[in-house]
């Protein structure tokens, strides 16, 4: 399968800063999915991409699909202790299309010191 | 809320025994998944379903097998389950055939002594 590269591993940042993140892979994707995932709990969906050089946002959050269509980044303005969790990049597992699974970043661990 | 539910949430089993995991879904999507998760390599397909009887392989299906006898619910069986399948086992749909998006359930965490 395609491997996803994302950086940094852990991030420890002081609340109201902002937070940049991103995932690069071996090969071309046509979407780009961000996913948060908190203790115990199963990821959620943040942000889906679908276009090179697209930019969207959802609330404090905004991602782009990077124009080599290799690369992802999401940004959280702003940051709140609600934020901390692991961030998930992900895409579509096979290039031969129709919704046959994903493959995930590591994820970048996101800690906010008081 | 995807509708998701996933049963059960913890077990702890014995090596060689037999598990089978429940996934159920509400809403009748066409699509579902298995993933399992583990320190340092995110999550990784198991398999996955794309109607009633249609299963496919994911990356990393040794050892795994699943059935999907009715819409609503798709079931991951550990044959024999070894200490290398302790994980995190996730479910998931994909709301539509045309995008990516899929939705998480709340997982199960799997221990084999």
């Not at chain 1, 959620?44 to 124009?67: D, P, W």
Request: glycine share 10%.
């Amino acid at each position: 399968g395609q491997q996803l590269n994302q950086s940094p591993q852990s991030m420890f940042i002081q609340e109201g800063e902002d937070v940049s993140m991103n995932c690069t892979s071996s090969s071309i994707f046509n979407t780009w999915l961000w996913y948060k995932q908190e203790p115990g709990e199963g990821p959620v969906l943040l942000i889906a991409l679908y276009k090179a050089g697209e930019l969207t946002s959802n609330g404090r959050l905004t991602a782009q699909f990077g124009i080599t269509r290799k690369d992802s980044f999401l940004n959280i303005s702003a940051s709140i202790p609600s934020d901390v969790g692991i961030y998930f990049c992900a895409g579509p597992l096979s290039a031969g299309g129709g919704a046959d699974g994903l493959t995930f970043g590591k994820g970048t661990h996101l800690i906010i010191q008081p | 809320d995807a509708g998701i539910t996933q049963s059960p949430r913890h077990k702890v089993t014995e090596t060689g025994t037999p598990v089978t995991l429940r996934c159920h879904q509400t809403e009748n999507h066409r699509y579902m998944y298995w993933y399992r998760q583990d320190p340092g390599h995110g999550l990784r397909l198991i398999h996955y379903s794309y109607g009633v009887k249609d299963t496919d392989k994911g990356e990393v299906s040794d050892g795994y097998s699943v059935s999907r006898s009715k819409t609503e619910d798709f079931l991951l069986t550990l044959e024999s389950a070894t200490s290398s399948q302790t994980s995190v086992y996730f479910c998931a749909i994909s709301v539509a055939d045309t995008t990516y998006e899929q939705y998480f359930g709340p997982g199960t965490r799997l221990t084999v002594t």
